[in-house]
């Protein structure tokens, strides 16, 4: 048997993902408000990204445990036919 592989979640900010890095909004009165806002706006883009990025590990790590999961079930069932089969014969050999 193979011991199974894992993976950190990986960071990636939001940037690498081709996301703006200014304009999100468009400026009108071009002051320190909307400087501000725009700065927001990146700042939440970016968690975002991180989220998102969170939630496909997440994702993947549950696929890869849902496959564990279905392998470890075929075992204990054969086990669980094995052992069965087991019984039966032991209750035929007990009768005679």
Do not use: C, H, W
Not at 37 to 64: E, H, P, R, W
């Amino acid at each position: 048997t193979s011991s199974p592989k894992t993976t950190e979640p990986k960071l990636r900010m939001a940037g690498e993902e081709g996301m703006p890095s200014k304009g999100y909004i468009t400026r009108i009165t071009n002051d320190d408000r909307e400087e501000e806002m725009d700065d927001n706006l990146q700042l939440v883009g970016s968690f975002i990204g991180n989220l998102k990025n969170m939630a496909l590990d997440m994702g993947d790590t549950i696929t890869n445990q849902s496959k564990q999961i279905d392998a470890i079930s075929k075992k204990a069932e054969s086990g669980s036919e094995r052992v069965e089969a087991a019984n039966k014969r032991t209750n035929i050999l007990l009768r005679k």
